[in-house]
């Protein structure tokens, strides 16, 4: 058996060696940051602990190690097209951490790190070398760190000094800081070339960074004081320990990358390449943040997966040449390598593979579709003499056509061409912009005890104050959080609009007036409206486990609105419900609803909460004491919300829609209780008035309603077949003249109507059998219309449609678009049809 650490075994000893010396092993939190808005992924092992060190939350426990899942890719952090092509560049990475909230500091800090490193891990201390701050900008140089370095047993020929860019750390311009030190490992072989300098040259790696957290700057640029606690942050990337351990040059030639390697090579028959190495890594990225509930889409998050898997299957397709839809398979063997360390990803198994699947197929037909347009745009240029295509036509790829500007940029590039920028904003950015803003005051402020799960009133004491918002020291108002809104009410008389949640803070909104720190208050939530909010939350518990028993348990809550009028519940599927599918889970909850059992609420340890079965939400914060709610036997989740003290408290469940609102993503609305009947007696008014309309009982409603429409399709079709009879004009010929030794043949239509004027163009193509066909005329909107086509010979000639189209819009205005055989323009103003038709001729050349 090799004596070689593996990356399970090196992750294993780096989280006992912490435990053994007093750390709590704490599990990774999602990749989804919780209560954090200006970050887009967790990438670093602190974000979890961030409101522990600004001491806004408390847990028991002063130290802590983890092995955290982090994605890097998007915003600052995008060096995307690296991966790959690098042996360290990642989009998912493991880092390894151990943190001191107030408790050690240097010394034990310091001493672990080179005991762990040189006895723990076994790397050779002739190849480590660390580094201490050297003082820069009036901050002193690191001098205890250097000394502590010396007694844990480093040369002093091995101690580098660098400065504020590589080991000065802060949480931001105002707030924690500190300086760091780095252990680095030299790559090439057991003795170091004097000529390769420790932050300068790439055989140094860096493998550990240890924050030393002592200080704080209270304003930008200005002075830094002593913290009275200092804390400890350490991370150490997995990928580049296992790489040092394990003698690998590379990251990916260690056993964390080489069973992936492996597959894609049996899935390609290709040798293992840089497109290899990127499927390896992308497969990585989407399992882990597909498994934290991040969706495939067009914005924030999932747009930033959708640009990793897109890449991951380009290079498949294009590079390794494989046709066939892969990525769910090399996604699959992740799930097998890393589930014993994550086993979120076993419990998520099935949705992952089933969303992978789904975005592939859909990319594979935006792919298929985008070559043929590149292509196309391709010789435009060639024709040109230009090499760089244009950023309107880029953004046109994308938005009419779905092909990424980056795929379609990277395409170019390989044909020796470019593509301008469409978008300076990356749409990843744009996440952050919808939150709330609300003032730094409260991120000062201790956590407000909630008192509202055992009534609704209560008194406190104003703590902070901003405008008319404030904050007490406790209170039976609910902010805003988790899906379900905020309590209104009344605070000493005065109305509270609105209840809001900043981290542990709840803050009153007023409808006027102010209060002063320190008054004293008798808060008064509004209890018909909690109760109505009670009961939609309650509902939508019962809703989330009946569409997993209906839908399968691969379904899984994407958000939700908790409203005393309505709830909205989002969740992952990827296949429309059909109807008797809604009706079996409006029927269970409406079930579960009438058999009244007393809802339970327990508070329990976070670890056993999970094995006790209770469902957890993706991207909610959860600390080591959970609420788990069961509002009926079938139904037990963490959640911190107010509920129905039985569930025939909800009195009654009717869904009134379903729809899809993001690929694999659908949103139902419901109504409970007394916002149900309203809806229902609405429902009776319109089919009473329907039926009295159409002369028929209710009961023979839906027939006769039929047969209306029945009859109402033969009227339009025999109206239809006269329109078109009366476009048979004697005159036909003197509207058809040969340009190039083509037939064009153009028509005003006195009435514009989209599907009449395609019918006619089809039937003008049969006629002419090879030719071009210009009709237009205004339409009921006060616009006009122009449509074009071509006969299949002339399309495959060059001769296409749309190209037709766009150049008349060049002249007469307005947008439009199609296929290369039928296309047509939406024009401003109907004088100028003529103008386009006209135009025609002079555009009809092959």
């Known amino acids: 058996m090799s004596s070689v650490l593996s990356a399970d075994q090196i992750r294993e000893r780096f989280l006992s060696f912490f435990a053994e010396r007093g750390h709590k092993r704490v599990a990774s939190s999602s990749l989804v940051p919780a209560n954090d808005p200006t970050l887009l992924f967790t990438n670093a092992g602190m974000v979890q602990f961030k409101d522990v060190f600004t001491g806004r939350e408390t847990r028991d426990y002063q130290r802590a190690t983890t092995s955290q899942k982090c994605v890097r890719a998007g915003g600052k952090h995008n060096d995307l097209d690296n991966v790959g092509f690098t042996a360290r560049h990642h989009t998912f990475f493991e880092m390894l951490g151990n943190f001191s909230f107030g408790d050690y500091f240097k010394a034990d800090a310091v001493k672990w790190g080179w005991e762990l490193v040189t006895k723990g891990f076994g790397l050779d201390p002739n190849r480590l070398a660390v580094t201490v701050f050297k003082g820069e900008d009036g901050i002193p140089a690191d001098d205890e760190a250097a000394e502590l370095w010396v007694k844990a047993g480093v040369p002093k020929d091995r101690i580098f000094r660098l400065g504020l860019k590589d080991n000065f750390w802060s949480m931001g311009d105002t707030g924690a800081c500190g300086p760091c030190s780095e252990i680095y490992f030299y790559m090439p072989g057991p003795t170091p070339d004097p000529k390769d300098k420790v932050g300068e040259s790439d055989h140094w790696v860096e493998i550990w960074n240890l924050v030393f957290m002592q200080f704080e700057r209270k304003e930008a640029g200005g002075k830094l004081f002593n913290l009275p606690k200092p804390s400890i942050d350490t991370g150490a990337g997995l990928e580049r320990v296992c790489s040092a351990v394990q003698g690998k040059q590379s990251n990916y030639d260690t056993d964390l990358f080489t069973p992936l390697l492996q597959k894609v090579q049996q899935l390609s028959g290709k040798p293992m390449n840089a497109s290899s190495r990127v499927i390896a890594d992308h497969s990585r990225a989407a399992a882990f943040l597909i498994g934290d509930g991040v969706m495939p889409s067009n914005e924030g998050r999932g747009y930033v997966l959708r640009r990793i898997m897109r890449r991951a299957i380009r290079h498949g397709h294009q590079m390794l040449g494989m046709r066939e839809p892969f990525m769910h398979e090399s996604v699959s063997a992740v799930i097998e390598l890393m589930s014993n360390a994550y086993p979120e990803l076993r419990e998520n198994q099935k949705f992952i593979l089933e969303a992978t699947r789904h975005e592939e197929a859909s990319f594979r037909r935006t792919l298929e579709k985008g070559l043929a347009l590149i292509d196309d745009e391709v010789e435009k240029l060639k024709k040109a003499g230009q090499k760089v295509l244009k950023g309107e036509t880029v953004w046109y790829l994308h938005d009419t056509h779905g092909m990424p500007p980056d795929v379609t940029k990277i395409i170019l590039q390989e044909r020796g061409l470019d593509a301008e920028d469409p978008k300076k904003a990356e749409r990843e950015e ?239 609305s419901a109504l409970t209780g007394v916002g149900a009947l309203p809806y229902v007696r609405e429902l009776q008014r319109d089919l009473d008035g329907a039926a009295a309309a159409l002369k028929a009982p209710r009961a023979e409603l839906g027939k006769r309603i039929e047969a209306s429409q029945k009859r109402i399709k033969e009227l339009e079709k025999k109206l239809e077949e006269l329109q078109l009879k009366g476009t048979g004009a004697k005159s036909e010929d003197e509207n058809i003249r040969e340009v190039n030794g083509i037939k064009v043949l153009t028509k005003m239509i006195d009435s514009a109507d989209p599907g009449l004027m395609r019918k006619m163009a089809d039937r003008y193509r049969d006629q002419l059998k090879s030719g071009v066909i210009g009709l237009g005329g205004p339409t009921a909107d006060g616009k006009a219309l122009v449509l074009i086509a071509a006969t299949r010979d002339l399309v495959d000639k060059g001769l296409k449609a749309g190209d037709l189209v766009k150049a008349i819009a060049a002249e007469v205005g307005g947008s439009g678009g199609g296929k290369p055989d039928m296309a047509q323009l939406g024009v401003p103003d109907p004088s100028k049809v003529p103008q386009a038709l006209a135009r025609l001729y002079d555009l009809v050349k092959v």
């Open 430 to 668: 744009k996440f952050a912009s919808s939150e709330k803003a609300l003032s730094d005051i409260w991120l000062k402020q201790p956590e407000t005890k909630f008192l509202g799960y055992e009534g609704l009133t209560a008194t406190g004491t104003v703590i902070a104050v901003d405008g008319s918002d404030f904050a007490v020291d406790q209170t039976p108002f609910y902010g805003e959080s988790g899906g379900q809104v905020g309590d209104t009410g009344t605070a000493n008389g005065l109305r509270v609009k609105d209840t809001l949640k900043e981290g542990g803070v709840i803050i009153h909104r007023l409808e006027k007036g102010a209060f002063k720190v320190g008054d004293k208050l008798t808060l008064q939530v509004d209890g018909d409206r909690r109760d109505q909010i009670r009961a939609n939350h309650s509902a939508t518990h019962l809703l989330h486990k009946a569409l997993r028993t209906v839908l399968g348990d691969e379904v899984k809550q994407k958000g939700s609105v908790v409203h005393p009028d309505y709830l909205r519940f989002d969740y992952s599927c990827f296949k429309q419900p059909t109807p008797e599918q809604l009706e079996q889970i409006e029927d269970l909850v409406n079930r579960w609803i009438r058999e009244n059992k007393g809802a339970e609420t327990k508070l329990m340890k976070i670890d056993e909460a999970r094995k006790s079965g209770a469902v957890a939400l993706f991207g909610e914060k959860y600390g080591d004491q959970v609420r788990v709610v069961t509002v009926h036997p079938e139904s037990t989740e963490l959640c911190g919300g107010t509920h129905v003290k039985a569930s025939g408290d909800i009195g009654l469940l009717k869904i009134t829609s379903d729809s899809s609102i993001a690929s694999g993503v659908r949103r139902i």
